[in-house]
């Protein structure tokens, strides 16, 4: 079965990335026990990943390279801010447990939305924190093959993502 909309496909991968010019680095690897798998179609993955792998069947690799504009962009320093130490408090005390340099803390927009922040420094009175993704600014590298390419099930196509191993389970 060739990879289409709304097939699931198992695929081992090798990822690395460079950035400016600079050798690449792996970033990720998955192996038979735990593949990387997905639904074809439903936004869960890089476009550009999807892209290079369509039309493919079980047993074809391959190796191609994102840019970082079509990946995850370019590193914006806008990104980077001080957040007020005050917001950080557990019962009038900052949270020195949880917040710590290198950290990486799950917060809100001011919309709702998730997103996460890397914890740069702590100052007297303030957080700096880096919302850009980890790889934002970074050229990737995938060499990979396809394992396995199935139909997705109904279920799956209207939830949006894999159910079963490798997928996502309700409760």
Same mark, same amino acid.
């Given at each position: %079965?060739?990879?289409?909309?709304?097939?699931?496909?198992?695929?081992?991968?090798?990822?690395?990335?460079?950035?400016?010019?600079?050798?690449?680095?792996?970033?990720?690897?998955?192996?038979?026990?735990?593949?990387?798998?997905?639904?074809?179609?439903?936004?869960?993955?890089?476009?550009?990943?999807?892209?290079?792998?369509?039309?493919?069947?079980?047993?074809?690799?391959?190796?191609?390279?994102?840019?970082?504009?079509?990946?995850?962009? %370019?590193?914006?320093?806008?990104?980077?801010?001080?957040?007020?130490?005050?917001?950080?408090?557990?019962?009038?005390?900052?949270?020195?447990? =949880?917040?710590?340099?290198?950290?990486?803390?799950? %917060?809100?927009?001011?919309?709702?939305?998730?997103?996460?922040?890397?914890?740069?420094?702590?100052?007297?009175?303030?957080?700096? %924190?880096?919302?850009?993704?980890?790889?934002?600014?970074?050229?990737?590298?995938?060499?990979?093959?396809?394992?396995?390419? =199935?139909?997705?099930?109904?279920?799956?196509?209207?939830?949006?993502?894999?159910?079963?191993?490798?997928?996502?389970?309700?409760?």
């Amino acid at each position: %079965m060739k990879i289409e909309k709304n097939t699931v496909v198992s695929a081992n991968y090798y990822l690395s990335a460079s950035k400016d010019n600079q050798p690449e680095e792996l970033v990720e690897q998955t192996n038979a026990e735990h593949p990387f798998v997905f639904l074809v179609g439903h936004t869960g993955v890089l476009p550009d990943f999807e892209k290079n792998l369509i039309h493919k069947i079980a047993g074809d690799k391959f190796d191609f390279k994102i840019k970082a504009a079509e990946a995850y962009g %370019m590193y914006d320093n806008e990104y980077v801010m001080p957040l007020k130490k005050n917001i950080f408090e557990v019962d009038g005390k900052f949270d020195s447990e =949880r917040i710590k340099v290198g950290e990486d803390i799950e %917060m809100n927009d001011a919309d709702g939305n998730a997103l996460v922040g890397h914890v740069v420094e702590i100052t007297d009175d303030s957080v700096i %924190m880096d919302f850009n993704h980890p790889l934002a600014g970074y050229d990737l590298h995938f060499i990979g093959e396809i394992l396995n390419v =199935r139909s997705a099930t109904a279920e799956e196509i209207s939830h949006g993502h894999v159910h079963g191993p490798g997928g996502h389970h309700h409760h």
